[in-house]
Structure formats: C-alpha cells, structure tokens
Nanobody, 116 residues
Framework: EVQLQAFGGGLVQAGGSLRLSCEASGFSFDDYAVGWFRQAPGKEREGVSCINNDDGNTYYADSVKGRFTISRDNAKNTVYLQMNSLKPEDTAVYYC?????????WGQGTLVTVSS
C-alpha cells in the first residue's frame, strides 16, 4: 500500500524558514518523481515543486522560485521541502504526492502558517 506522511509544518513569522518532510512507503521510491502541492483557505490546490527520480531535475512554481528548495534522500525514502523567506501568502496545507501505476497518492498534509 502506497503511503505518504508529510510533516514539519508549523507557525512561523514572515521571513522565517521551515523544512517539510515527506516519508514514503509501499512502492519503489527510487523509481518515481515526487511533488509538493499546497492549498490555501478558499483556494484550489496548486503545485509547488517536484523532483525527478532519475536525473534529479527539479521544478518550482514561480511564486516560490529562489525561496524553496526540494530534495530527496532515496536511502530514507524521503523528500524534503526547504522553505526560506516565507511570506504570509505561503500559508496553506502542504501535501506531498506521487503517481504510481496511474493513480495519484497524497499524504495527509501539514499546515504551514506564516504570520505577518
């Protein structure tokens, strides 16, 4: 069974940093790209960042480029999202996700709140 567990969220002041982690199990982690998404109150879920499994290439939404860094540790089946220079508009529930066998799997989400 594919499982994703995201954690590391919390309350931080604007300009601060947080590191989110996503621990995966139930599939061959090395073989899949993993993404981070977020959903702010009253808004649709949006893609934040993604990291490939093979070449390590990374992708970022324009709104987080230069501030967020995604990385993965295949030995730990974990993907990280380092978030620096946080802004109030980064406030959202953050989810990690993977597509395995044509199905999308989501972690339970972790809440990030950035105060001004």
């Amino acid at each position: 069974e594919v499982q994703l567990q995201a954690f590391g969220g919390g309350l931080v002041q604007a300009g601060g940093s947080l590191r989110l982690s996503c621990e995966a199990s139930g599939f061959s982690f090395d073989d899949y790209a993993v993404g981070w998404f977020r959903q702010a109150p009253g808004k649709e879920r949006e893609g934040v960042s993604c990291i490939n499994n093979d070449d390590g290439n990374t992708y970022y939404a324009d709104s987080v480029k230069g501030r967020f860094t995604i990385s993965r540790d295949n030995a730990k089946n974990t993907v990280y999202l380092q978030m620096n220079s946080l802004k109030p508009e980064d406030t959202a529930v953050y989810y990690c996700s993977v597509r395995v066998g044509g199905a999308d799997y989501w972690g339970q989400g972790t809440l990030v709140t950035v105060s001004s």
